[in-house]
């Protein structure tokens, strides 16, 4: 599918779907221990440290990129610290990816909600949308389904006069 291996290489996880596979190196990522982009070794936020978390999709993820150097992850990351060090400010800057191929909206937020504390951000950036609209219009090509989403799916495109029907009876 991917020619790269990504999207082979997620594995399941409870109340989040697929996630990235841990400890790969990919000809455009390198995901860590934990199943994500994050060029330090350790997860514990430092002293003067600011940390962004990304989540999203495959765009998020640097799928289409030639090098785990030239990901949104890596460019942001460099491009915060020059700043700082321009500006002769001891702060540093971390950026965790935890973006994956073919994720969906609802899987980023649980997933958003198990790192949190851990991770502690300042910031969380979501690059995402794509993969809900798609999931969503076909019907048929679901990723997969959760406990109500049917009945989800069926509010939302449904018409507006079968929605007033529905709440007046």
């Known amino acids: 599918f991917t020619g790269y291996n990504a999207f082979e290489q997620l594995r399941y996880k409870p109340f989040v779907g697929l996630f990235n596979y841990a400890n790969q190196n990919l000809p455009f990522a390198k995901i860590n221990k934990y199943g994500f982009q994050h060029s330090s ?61 073919a994720s969906q909206s609802i899987s980023e937020m649980n997933l958003l909600n198990m790192y949190y504390p851990v991770l502690s951000p300042d910031y ?37 006069i079968q929605k007033l029907t529905n709440f007046l009876s």
């Open 124 to 160: 969380v950036i979501h690059l995402s949308g794509y993969n809900d609209l798609f999931y969503y219009l076909n019907s048929k090509n679901k990723l997969f389904q959760f406990n109500g989403s049917e009945n989800i799916y069926n509010y939302i495109y449904s018409s507006n």
């Open 41 to 101: 070794l350790n997860i514990s936020k430092k002293i003067n440290t600011k940390r962004v978390i990304i989540i999203g999709g495959s765009a998020a993820f640097g799928y289409g990129s030639s090098d785990p150097n030239k990901t949104l992850t890596s460019y942001f990351e460099k491009h915060l610290n020059k700043n700082q060090f321009s500006q002769n400010n001891k702060l540093n800057w971390e950026v965790i990816n935890l973006s994956f191929m």
